[in-house]
RNA sequence: GGUGGGGUGCCUGAGCGGCUGAAAGGGAUGGUCUUGAAAACCAUUGUGGCCAAAAGCCACCGUGAGUUCGAAUCUCACCCCCACCGCCA
């Protein structure tokens, strides 16, 4: 959410947001509501303002006849303030359901473009692995190692459902367990969210309204005593990105402990409904999955944000470099980085089968768009309010990245490599095994 | 699942129909004192809107409706929390 005296200020710069995101939000109707809105607002305070000064004059009335007076002129004004306060709320409504679409400013130095195709690479590190035999894909090696099972997963859990079996258990677990420890390194505190959350949670988010589609509705959330269902819908989150930044939500945070640096890690759900017959096979476009997330609140400081921007994505590529897993980093143009977005970067890994990078991490920096939506500020040292600004990143997500380290670590006799970093979570294992 | 109790500011907590935007204490900030600190004492300490600012006005005591001339206070619905018992990974 962007702050309403920006728009009414320079409507211009929001329309050519809008223009270069691709989203649509007509800017003048929000305008115009805004201006009807404050005009019936004005109206009511008045009339308010009249009926509280004729309240306080009643315990004072002289007798009988003079409280009923002034009673019955208030009644008058009753009728009027009704159907303002009628018109009033469903200006508001309106209003704020277009609020809510309204994209953030990217950053100037963000490629404009419609499309991934428009995203700039800025970096690459590593050499894609030159095989000297002919390389299987994941879902071979997956099979020939028998540690994936798409096809009994398929059965299970229906389309894009999978088993992991085995050393890919080990694996994903490993590589989770480097990462926590990596973050509690760096000082982030670790948290295992709630997925199961409330609306405001994912509106606060961002995550709606527009991206409704992509979350799973909890079709059962309890009963209430009578034997009705709960009024209240619950949804499935398809990162912990929502919860984290929820657990400050609505507070007033201590300037003294910015920056929050919150790690979290959970499963995570989506419904991939925009995506049907892409990636369909294999594991990398899932339903369910597991994550870390990295979140970052920081002062409301477009320098310091980007400094927190770029050392999150050092610290992802920091555990890709661990992996010794090539990768480069992509800044995301203006059309495909979603509408809360200042400035995002993603970074690619290197996947043999694809050949190609495929997207494994993704950096951004939304500035104040989500602490406005969840009401979340800090005081400054002045006493002013103010919203901080709010960045996450993927830390690791699994099972799409074993895509890589199995792919590029096998070898020629069929059997794969386990990443050296790796190894002491699976007992010291250095390499995975075909089975018979 | 049963039975009670309860959501008030940064925190604890009083208020239970009218000068109450809200007592008291704590905390925080500033000052006096001190070589410095502690202690003590004094002062300050809501948010948002009309609004860029002053004056003024309006709204806000979990959320939403309602009763009333007037609601933190009464009624209803919803959300949430706590305690004890039962069940449970």
């Not at 959410?1 to 211009?12: A, E, G, S, V």
């Not at 079996?165 to 990462?179: D, G």
């Not at 209430?224 to 398809?238: F, Q, T």
Request: glycine share 6%; with cysteine.
């Amino acid at each position: 959410m962007l702050d309403i005296k920006f728009i009414r200020k320079d409507p211009d710069a929001v329309k050519a947001a809008c223009r270069v995101k691709n989203v649509k939000c007509d800017i003048d109707k929000l305008l115009d509501l805004d201006e009807k809105k404050i005009k019936i607002q004005q109206e009511l305070e008045a009339i308010a303002a009249e009926k509280n000064k004729a309240s306080r004059a009643i315990p004072q009335a002289k007798d009988e006849s003079e409280r009923k007076g002034i009673i019955s002129a208030m009644q008058a004004l009753g009728d009027n303030e009704n159907n303002l306060a009628k018109k009033h709320k469903e200006l508001e409504q309106e209003y704020m359901e277009l609020m809510y679409l309204v994209p953030n400013i990217p950053s100037a130095d963000s490629p404009i473009g419609s499309s991934d195709l428009d995203n700039k690479e800025v970096s690459r590190w590593g050499e894609p692995a030159k095989f000297d035999f002919e390389p299987k894909d994941h879902i071979q090696l997956g099979k020939d190692l028998d540690i994936i099972d798409t096809e009994t997963g398929v059965n299970t859990s229906g389309f894009r459902g999978y088993y992991l079996k085995n050393e890919a258990v080990m694996l994903h677990y490993a590589i989770f367990w480097h990462a926590l420890n990596k973050m509690r390194q760096k000082g982030f505190d670790l948290f295992v969210p709630p997925t199961i959350v409330r609306e405001f949670v994912l509106l606060g988010s961002g995550h709606f309204p527009s991206g409704r589609d992509e979350v799973y509705v909890i079709g059962n959330p309890g009963k209430l005593e009578s034997g009705e269902a709960v009024k209240e819908p619950a949804y499935l989150a398809g990162t912990s990105e929502p919860s984290l930044l929820a657990y400050h939500s609505g507070e007033v945070i201590a300037e003294k402990k910015l920056p929050i640096k919150m790690c979290g890690i959970s499963q995570c759900y989506r419904s991939e409904v925009g995506s049907y017959g892409k990636d369909a096979k294999g594991l990398y476009r899932l339903h369910e999955f597991m994550k870390v997330e990295q979140v970052v609140i920081c002062k409301d400081d477009i320098e310091e944000s980007n400094k927190w921007l770029e050392e999150m994505r050092e610290i992802s590529q920091g555990i890709l470099k661990d992996l010794k897993l090539p990768h480069r980093v992509l800044a995301i143009c203006t059309g495909d980085m979603g509408s809360g977005k200042y400035k995002m970067y993603d970074i690619e890994t290197w996947m043999p089968s694809r050949q190609a990078y495929g997207e494994t991490h993704s950096d951004s920096n939304l500035t104040d768009w989500q602490t406005r939506r969840l009401n979340m500020r800090y005081k400054d040292k002045e006493g002013k309010m103010r919203f901080p600004y709010a960045l996450n990143n993927t830390v690791v997500a699994s099972p799409r990245l074993l895509i890589a380290i199995l792919e590029n670590y096998q070898q020629k006799d069929g059997s794969v490599a386990v990443p050296e970093v790796l190894q002491p979570y699976l007992g010291g294992q250095k390499k995975i095994e075909p089975k018979k």
